[in-house]
């Protein structure tokens, strides 16, 4: 009885040690001196990334498998800069507004799971933010990786459906669906307000936006809001055609690159 409760004991244990064990870098990581991204986002690497806060007073990064088991929350100093300070001027512009920012890069760059680039710090999901009945909406927030097979339609609204798990067998999918509501639809005027800010604090860094990458389908209902209207005015740069499979995922989070103006 010893012996099994002490095995048990084990397995229990074990996998946390594990956990905690590779989250150390994250944990302990201090970011100083300067970052070098080399090559391409598509073919590239970085040296001496910065790790983006975990959390902060208005915003948060998705998974704690992405951020501190796969590390995949660096990006180059400059990008840092900009990402902290537009959540920073949003706080004080929209303090009852929450982000969430999805996958960055590799601590050392090159290949990120599930992505063609993000390779060399430079390249940042973030999270569609999304309302219910006008109000914010942040249940499917805390998805994590799960978050990235959430689909929306052609004018932003939740599908009852997951699809991505069927391989596995479709009864998950069919569970997993009732817990998704037609009523979530994405909150495109904080969207734009998200990048305005982002813009604005890139100027102030010394980098740009390089191109936004959202579902084709979905950027007239961006456009057609009050900030969207001064996002294409500024002339922000948008994906203008994608091949279909890549416009599929972009609309339960928008990929923006960045140009770093050295």
Known sequence: ????????????????????VMSVN???????????????????????GWLIPYSGKNFNYFSYISYFLMENGYVHHKVYHAVVDSYAALEK????KHFTIM???DKNGGPVWFHKTHRNGTSIDFMSP??????VYKDLDNWGL???VLEFDTEGKLQKKYPYTDFI?????????NYLDPEVEIDFETMAQHILALDDACKKNGIRI?????MIELKKKLFATPSGKKVLARGIPFATKLPDAVNRMHEDHYHIDFRLND
Not at 5 to 17: G, T
Not at 26 to 48: C, D, I, M, Y
Not at 210 to 214: A, D, E, N
């Open 130 to 135: 999304k309302i219910k009945n006008g109000k």
């Open 103 to 105: 996958e960055c890069s």
């Open 169 to 177: 067998h479709p009864q998950i999918g069919k569970s997993v669906s």
């Open 1 to 20: 009885m010893k012996k099994r409760y002490k095995f048990l004991v084990f397995l229990i244990i074990s996998p946390i040690v594990i956990v905690g």
């Open 93 to 96: 512009s929209q303090p009852e």
């Open 210 to 214: 390089s191109k936004v990458i959202l």
């Open 26 to 48: 994250q944990v302990f990581t201090k970011n100083k001196g300067q970052s070098v991204s080399r090559g391409t986002r598509a073919n590239g690497s970085l040296e001496n």
């Open 146 to 148: 799960f978050h990235y």
